[in-house]
């Protein structure tokens, strides 16, 4: 009966269901996509304190090299190499999530006229650009817990004469208290907390209010 049902279909119809009937059996055994765990940096601190300053800063996204430029977390075990955890991600990318947490830090020290992105249209009196050398989980030892390590370079620049007044290298580390991802994670906040506050409290206290 089946030959006699072939027999009166078209080549191309025969052909097309048979393929169909070799996917449907296949569509099984694919394998299903492995959606990442994602994780936040949420550093806790208390904001650099002092006097008010009486000028606006512009904070652009920071500058990283592909490897760091992702929603990856990284991590090495070498000088030569880098990789990241499997089945985790950052809920942005590095760079975005430093941009945020800036813009945060300076926002919470109540010391700041204005801050913003540098992309808001703010009509600032200085810009802060940063570069992100390292931000990644270092291991020593196979099994052993990661020591996070944070490193960025600051630079403060007068606007509109894009005059550079000041530099900064900020370079924090974290011992992550075990080697699982939520440990990890809670290592990278402290880091990256020490290394945000460190640049925010540097560059409050790097500019003269500028002339009117």
């Not at 269901?17 to 550093?43: E, K, M, N, T």
Request: glycine share 6%; proline share 8%.
């Amino acid at each position: 009966m089946m030959k006699a049902v072939f027999a009166s279909l078209p080549r191309r119809s025969v052909l097309l269901g048979v393929a169909g009937v070799f996917a449907s059996g296949c569509s099984s055994i694919l394998p299903v996509p492995v959606v990442p765990q994602l994780y936040v940096l949420r550093p806790q601190g208390a904001p650099p304190t002092g006097p008010q300053v009486r000028w606006q800063l512009s904070v652009a996204a920071p500058d990283a090299a592909a490897s760091l430029d992702t929603v990856r977390i990284a991590l090495t075990r070498s000088p030569t190499t880098m990789d990241y955890f499997a089945n985790a991600a950052w809920s942005d990318r590095v760079p975005l999530m430093v941009q945020r947490l800036l813009i945060q830090s300076f926002d919470a020290s109540g010391r700041i006229l204005s801050v913003d992105r540098d992309t808001a249209g703010l009509e600032a009196d200085y810009l802060l650009e940063t570069e992100i050398r390292d931000f990644q989980a270092r291991y020593d030892t196979p099994d052993g817990a990661p020591e996070i390590e944070i490193g960025m370079q600051a630079k403060l620049v007068r606007m509109p004469q894009r005059e550079i007044i000041g530099a900064l290298n900020a370079t924090q580390r974290a011992r992550a208290s075990a080697n699982n991802l939520d440990a990890i994670v809670v290592a990278f906040n402290q880091a990256a907390g020490a290394a945000i506050a460190q640049i925010a409290a540097w560059t409050l206290s790097t500019p003269p209010a500028p002339v009117t």
